[in-house]
């Protein structure tokens, strides 16, 4: 099951741009998952859930919206099928 959620977690991670904060994840799913993701500046406070939920097998587009978020460095994290992983994102307007 390990291999199964890394997976999942390499392909959300590659689809954020360094460019842009206002992004689409698209994520396959290859059988029912729950999925979490959220942003967190770099005390550690939670700024966002961008989404928390269980997801049906198939493609999936998941919305990151930087709206009212400062400009700075922050973390997201994206926990799938009970693997975790996190990669600092930074925020400019």
């Known amino acids: 099951m390990a291999a199964f959620s890394s997976n999942i977690i390499s392909s ?5 741009s360094r460019r842009s904060f206002v992004g689409k994840l698209e994520v396959t799913l ?3 998952g729950t999925i979490h993701i959220v942003l967190f500046d770099i ?3 939670s700024v966002r859930t961008v989404v928390i939920g269980d997801f049906s ?5 998941i919305i990151v ?3 009212g978020i400062a400009t700075g460095v922050y973390l997201l994290r994206i926990d799938a099928d009970g693997a975790a992983s996190t990669r600092t994102v930074m925020f400019l307007r």
């Open 65 to 67: 919206d930087g709206a």
């Open 12 to 16: 959300l991670l590659q689809r954020i």
């Open 30 to 32: 290859p059988r029912f």
């Open 43 to 45: 005390l550690g406070r």
């Open 57 to 61: 097998p198939g493609k999936h587009h």
